[in-house]
């Protein structure tokens, strides 16, 4: 819509407390901002977030004063949406505003007063000529589709899932492995209940496989993703476990038929510290209770000469030894991303000699070594069969750590003080821990602490150098910074409490939903505070570790605020749909085609009747691709057209 | 019709600044127009801020949805209006939250670049930068890195790079007649 009549435009400059005001001269701003062309009505305020700054704007419209509104204050990835809202609610098009980024762009990034008052200045100028060119339109919204995908079936998938079951929606768990149950179900107890993880975690696990709202496919991988929130299009590829999972009893009569009587590969589940047999139930609790058959391992998938009394064995004939992968394509509104962590792998620590003594462990080994059902029953015995008299554990393997990585796993304090009580209490040993700082913040938490002090667990405080062998024992070397010097002591087993790291798929995850990854590769949260479980891509939200590294409070705390906000949407039944989308004006379009092939998502079709070339604005994402490639400057985006562009520089350089 | 004042009093603007040459008595502060993508490079400054990385004041930022929405004439229209560099930030190869379109913008800042060298533009006013979200201290490094570099270079004077003023502005006017070929109309959806 061409501009009918001047524009008026008002400007509010905010002070946000300090954090503005002390690097910009505010005041000098408003007068600035005042003689620029098309300003009605400059104004400043100590928080224009707050109630009473968006009111002054709201009022300014309704008084007729203001028809268009330029918000100087942050970025607008923090505040945009809140002033779009004060400007709708003013009775304008929530379009007609701009916002002048002089936080993050000039205040926190600016030395020199002067130099940020006149930066800060000239983008108030930019923004002023911009939406002074800025069009009326009003907001396009579309309808969620009521399903949801939970990507990851850990603790953090299982609770978001069972949650939105519960309230109703239908949920797809999708899990790589082929148990749901993740980390936690290989922990023996958690910290600083002792509670059993398996007895917390299992009814959990079974309320997943008995809920008629989730349709759970482990052994799967989500293969593609399309389409936006709402209405996403997702295909998962579930491989082949050899067995039909309709009709597997989980009897385990096959497993004992197999012609292997032992372990033949590593098992994961165990950290390679048992062997699994080629058709295997990862553990006995294992969600949903079918058994799979491993093709590396399983001597009829090289020679095809088994007499496979596996199939005999099986009294429903569930086994399958033809079953192909399977593509299953479904459509969500929304989807929730708990794809969980990787444990630090020991070996980038050479000094620390895992891989290289027997008697070095990490923690996940140790919490297997110490779970009933783990390769030896519960009992604390050793790579040698022999069992340990003394224990180090050896805090921040992979965390806090220049060499590997500078952050704090958060966990590892806790379950270091639990493996040294459980320890104690299985074996006897005497346990030393060595550590930095210990970092007991949680409920319960210091508590904890102080009764594995009073229980006889030794501390010193001090990073470990290095673990040697000398004369068959292994000896810690550490500076204890309490005392002062250096402390060489001989232990049978060291524990190395290894932290958390992404998955090493996290990248690729990353890029299949389209989300933003931190520099250490956790996905990112929209905001670190406001917006936690929400990702930059709407309608795709996270829980768990694959956010951070956090505990299993925490996770189950996230992964339920992650399906409040799933089920605020879903229930709610309509999505915006990004403003800022392509169109192509029919009557300058020349019919070249050139924006067909441009567009990543095929949301341009060309009609060779008119010979025009439309842009559908429900699969446009707004790139805005294509309009930089129109020669005719018939493709223009909404809130990005050239226009506003142009006009935005000029402000920028000569306002 | 918009307000159009800015374009052609810029003539008047170039023919002042021409005239008063005061680099001699005042360092010389630089102008860069940054044109960042909202996924990556724009959340990196946004991360830059939050961190207090200072950097230099010369960077002024325009916010695109993606790298791939450059058009080549915004880079024309920023050396015109009187920036002394351009500076692109889109998202890595790959990473791009639209698929491709930092690609695109690769592509057209290539031919770009070898057009405004026959304008007797230096290569150094023209930056194409991959800054991810994480990579708030990028944003600190690079902007710093070309405000020092066109510190050292001196403004863009067009009138004098081999162009006579005449042409330049005659130049001018045909582009404006080009870019901006009545918006209003342009943009009518």
């Not at chain 1, 590892?412 to 299985?426: F, G, N």
Request: charged share 25%.
């Amino acid at each position: 819509m061409p501009n009918a009549g001047p524009v008026k435009v008002g400007v509010y400059v905010c002070h946000c407390g300090l954090n503005i005001a002390s690097k910009v001269d505010v005041s000098q701003m408003v007068a600035y901002a005042a003689t620029l062309p098309g300003v009605s009505v400059a104004r400043e305020y100590k928080f224009m977030c707050a109630d009473p700054g968006q009111e002054l704007i709201q009022q300014d419209i309704k008084d007729g004063l203001v028809d268009r509104v330029v918000v100087a204050s942050c970025s607008p990835l923090m505040h945009e949406a809140t002033f779009r809202r004060a400007t709708s609610a003013g009775g304008i098009s929530p379009f007609l505003f701009q916002m002048a980024n002089i936080r993050e762009d000039v205040a926190w990034v600016t030395d020199d007063r002067d130099a940020a008052t006149e930066k800060a200045k000239a983008l108030v100028g930019g923004a002023v000529r911009r939406v002074s060119e800025h069009e009326s339109f009003e907001r396009r919204y579309v309808p969620v589709h009521p399903e949801v995908l939970v990507v990851g079936g850990g603790i953090a998938g299982i609770h978001a899932a069972l949650v939105m079951a519960e309230a109703g929606k239908h949920v797809y768990l999708v899990e790589k492995e082929a148990t749901i149950g993740g980390h936690m179900a290989r922990f023996d107890k958690t910290f600083p209940t002792l509670d059993c993880s398996a007895c917390i975690l299992t009814p959990k696990m079974s309320s997943v496989r008995a809920n008629p709202n989730i349709t759970l496919w482990t052994y799967s991988d989500v293969e593609s993703v399309s389409g936006f929130s709402g209405d996403f299009v997702v295909r998962v590829r579930r491989r082949p476990r050899y067995v039909n999972e309709d009709l597997c009893t989980g009897c385990l009569s096959c497993i004992d038929a197999c012609i292997y009587k032992r372990g033949r590969t590593d098992d994961p589940w165990n950290e390679g510290l048992s062997k699994r047999r080629p058709i295997y139930m990862a553990f006995p609790q294992a969600t949903p209770s079918v058994v799979v058959v491993d093709p590396e391992a399983c001597v009829d998938f090289r020679t095809h000469k088994c007499p496979r009394p596996c199939v005999d064995a099986c009294e429903r004939n569930a086994m399958d030894f033809d079953q192909k992968p399977r593509i299953e394509q479904i459509k969500v509104g929304a989807i929730i991303l708990a794809t969980g962590f990787h444990t630090f792998d020991a070996r980038r620590i050479p000094a620390y000699g895992y891989d290289r003594y027997p008697g070095v462990y990490t923690s996940l080994e140790v919490e297997r070594l110490l779970n009933a059902s783990g390769p030896t029953n519960g009992e604390l015995v050793m790579r040698d069969g022999s069992h340990p008299r003394r224990v180090a554990i050896v805090h921040c393997v992979g965390s806090r750590d220049a060499n590997t990585n500078a952050y704090c796993s958060r966990v590892c304090c806790m379950y270091s003080l639990k493996l040294a009580h459980l320890v104690r209490e299985r074996s006897g040993a005497e346990v030393t821990e060595f550590y930095i700082d210990l970092r007991t913040p949680g409920k319960g938490y210091e508590e904890f602490y102080e009764k594995i002090q009073k229980e006889g667990t030794r501390f010193v405080r001090g990073r470990v150098a290095q673990v040697t062998e000398e004369d068959g024992a292994l000896v810690v070397h550490a500076t204890d910074t309490i005392l002062g010097k250096v402390r060489r002591v001989p232990v049978d087993m060291v524990i190395l409490a290894v932290g958390m790291e992404p998955q090493p798929d996290a990248e690729d995850v990353r890029r299949l939903f389209n989300i933003g990854c931190g520099a250490e590769g956790f996905f990112t949260e929209r905001h670190p505070k406001l917006a936690p479980v929400s990702t930059f891509t709407d309608g795709i939200f996270l829980a768990g570790a694959c956010q951070g590294p956090k505990d299993i409070p925490d996770t189950v705390a996230q992964a339920g605020a992650a399906a409040a906000e799933v089920l605020a949407m879903v229930d709610r039944g309509s999505v915006e749909i990004e403003p800022a989308t392509a169109f192509i004006d029919a009557a300058v379009c020349s019919g070249c085609r050139t924006c067909v092939g441009m567009c990543p998502f095929s949301a341009i079709s060309f009609d060779a009747a008119t010979n025009v070339a439309t842009v559908n604005e429900v699969l446009c994402k707004g790139c805005g691709t294509c309009v930089a490639a129109c020669p005719s400057g018939a493709a223009q985006q909404r809130l990005f057209t050239d226009a506003e562009i142009f006009a935005e520089l000029e402000g920028l350089l000569y306002a | 019709m918009p307000d159009t004042a800015g374009l052609v009093k810029l003539p008047e603007e170039m023919a002042a600044a021409l005239a008063t040459d005061d680099t001699a008595k005042q360092p010389f502060a630089p102008t860069i127009v940054a044109f960042f993508c909202t996924w990556c490079t724009y959340t990196a400054a946004d991360m830059a801020g939050l961190s207090r990385m200072a950097y230099s004041p010369a960077i002024r930022v325009v916010r695109l949805m993606c790298s791939g929405r450059l058009d080549p004439q915004f880079v024309v229209a920023a050396f015109r209006h009187g920036a002394d560099g351009v500076l692109i930030g889109g998202c890595h190869p790959g990473d791009c939250h639209y698929q491709e379109g930092n690609y695109k913008a690769l592509r057209r800042v290539a031919l770009l670049r070898s057009l405004l060298g026959q304008l007797g533009i230096e290569p150094q006013r023209l930056r194409l930068e991959w800054i991810s979200a994480s990579e708030g201290e990028k944003v600190q490094r690079v902007c710093n890195e070309m405000a020092e570099q066109l510190r050292e270079l001196g403004p863009l004077r067009l009138g004098s790079q081999g162009l006579q003023a005449e042409q330049v502005q005659n130049g001018h006017q045909e582009y404006l007649s080009i870019d901006t070929h009545d918006p209003v109309e342009a943009t009518t959806p």
